[in-house]
């Protein structure tokens, strides 16, 4: 008889996470790597929230709280998204949640049933695929263009509508692309879903990381609520990523089933990181000024190096901080046939720890995660040049 539920069978181990044991083992046996798989900023969490969380501890904040996450850090979510978006959601329209993958997680399982189909944009975050297929949900991949920096439309988004579309995901500004859907593009995308009574889950965790236009929330679409649910994340825009703090923004009947499922889950968020996250939401923004400002110099430092190396081309990624270069000149090459082969090999030998495009949806990239110093990226291009030289 079988061990395993069926249901774990349908998904597998998240491969950015598959990257980062491999590039440990190696790290243990000594090896220098230039590492460009974490997906996460290099600086640390800024002082003022490192504060609230030490006061935290002192002032014994360490019981269990409400499921959904206190008051106060409800408000700051709610407070914080009005005052930069213009969205007008009350508390009770706001979750807190262990991270944002949480919140996206538990809203697929309560609201995608087996058969329902979600669409999902490719190149996609690894998860989203997991994820939707663990809720036994179906997955729509549509296509985007490179020559169009991948950009998502709603005339396709539209034309991937059928009868059994329950979903749509959104992610922008996109991990691996970093592509941005236009102001136009998201006020139609939104106004087809909510005319059909499809929801949208609407993945925000880099609004902030926008580098050619000003951040813009779908929740300032207030008249779509009813089929909205926006997704935000403290890991990026405050260097968080280990704490674990990341919440939903959608109608009441929406919340109450997420708090349902999390009251039978993680119960409430880490108490501590509840109180940090206060400070990060209603403190001073100059940290997200800051970091944005770092960012978009290393993406430009970044393209400027893989420029360098023949063979290689990339897109502008005009959010989030990855690039996600076209590698298909390789492909065929010294025994490499995909791109999975090529960051194994370039792990293996060069020492440059990257993420495979296959796990992106896409078989001719590879994903190269830039917060990191200067240093690491002249020397991590520096050994993907010579090592791709050899193959050429
Ligand atoms: N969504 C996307 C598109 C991501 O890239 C990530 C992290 O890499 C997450 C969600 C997860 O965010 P969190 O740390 O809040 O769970």
Same mark, same amino acid.
């Given at each position: 008889s079988k061990v395993f539920a069926d249901r774990i069978g349908r998904i597998e181990v998240s491969a950015t996470m598959a990257v980062a044991a491999e590039a440990a083992k190696l790290r243990a046996g000594g090896a220098n790597l230039v590492d460009f798989g974490a997906g996460e900023p290099h600086f640390p969490t800024p002082r003022h929230i490192k504060d609230a969380a030490i006061a935290a501890i002192e002032a014994n904040f360490t019981r269990y709280t409400v499921v959904p996450g206190i008051p106060d850090v409800r408000k700051a979510i709610v407070d914080r998204h009005a005052c930069d978006f213009g969205s007008d959601y009350s508390i009770d329209e706001a979750i807190f949640t262990v991270g944002e993958k949480h919140a996206l997680f538990n809203a697929i399982q309560i609201l995608v049933d087996h058969g329902d189909e979600v669409i999902l944009p490719v190149p996609y975050w690894v998860s989203f695929k997991d994820i939707i297929q663990y809720a036994g949900g179906t997955v729509v991949y549509l296509e985007t263009q490179e020559a169009e920096n991948?950009?998502?439309?709603?005339? #396709?988004? /539209?034309?991937?509508i059928t009868p059994r579309t329950k979903?749509?995901?959104?992610?922008s500004p996109s991990n691996p692309a970093?592509?941005?859907v236009s102001a136009e593009d998201l006020e139609r995308i939104v106004?087809? #879903?909510? /005319?059909?009574?499809?929801?949208?889950?609407?993945d925000e965790c880099y609004v902030y990381l926008n580098y050619e236009g000003t951040p813009v929330s779908a929740?300032?679409?207030t008249w779509a609520k009813e089929h909205m649910v926006v997704l935000g994340s403290l890991s990026k825009t405050y260097a968080m990523t280990g704490w674990r703090g990341g919440y939903a923004l959608a109608p009441k009947s929406i919340i109450a089933n997420l708090s349902k499922l999390q009251s039978q889950q993680t119960s409430n968020a880490t108490s501590i990181v509840q109180k940090a996250s206060i400070a990060a939401l209603a403190g001073s923004q100059e940290c997200v000024t800051e970091f944005r400002a770092e960012f978009k110099e290393l993406r430009d430092y970044m393209l400027k190096k893989l420029a360098e190396i023949p063979g290689v081309t990339c897109t502008k990624p005009e959010g989030a901080f990855y690039v996600y270069p076209n590698i298909s000149t390789f492909l065929g090459k010294g025994g490499i046939q995909t791109a999975t082969q090529l960051a194994t090999k370039l792990l293996h030998e060069a020492h440059v720890v990257t993420v495979p495009g296959e796990a992106f949806g896409t078989a001719h990239h590879i994903r190269l995660s830039y917060p990191v110093t200067r240093q690491n990226i002249d020397e991590g291009t520096r050994?993907?040049?010579e090592f791709l030289k050899r193959l050429a």
């Open positions: 991948f950009r998502i439309t709603a005339d #396709a988004i /539209e034309k991937a979903a749509i995901i959104l992610n970093g592509s941005v106004r087809l #879903a909510h /005319e059909r009574g499809i929801y949208l889950l609407l929740g300032s679409f050994r993907m040049g």
